[in-house]
């Protein structure tokens, strides 16, 4: 149990600071954005073994429509 009160200052801890909430609210997101980038990478791009070198869209769909769509907006960023 965390106790409310600092035995050695017999102190209530304060508030947090709005600017501690904000970075940590921050790195949340960031954290989402990094996970949903992962299971798209290893969803839609990462060929696998067990699947004779096809990502697992491929296996599901047969076409892999993120790929695709990844090339095009590679080469129309030329």
């Known amino acids: 149990m965390i ?14 600071p709005s600017s501690l ?27 696998h073994e067990a699947l004779d070198g096809k990502t697992p869209a491929e296996a599901v769909e047969g076409e892999n429509k993120w790929m695709t769509l990844i090339q095009n907006a590679a080469t129309a960023a030329k």
């Open 3 to 16: 106790p409310l009160k600092d035995p050695t200052t017999h102190q209530t801890p304060g508030p947090v």
């Open 21 to 47: 909430r904000l970075i940590n609210r921050a790195k949340r997101l960031v954290m989402r954005d990094f996970a949903i980038g992962m299971q798209i990478y290893y969803n839609y791009m990462r060929p």
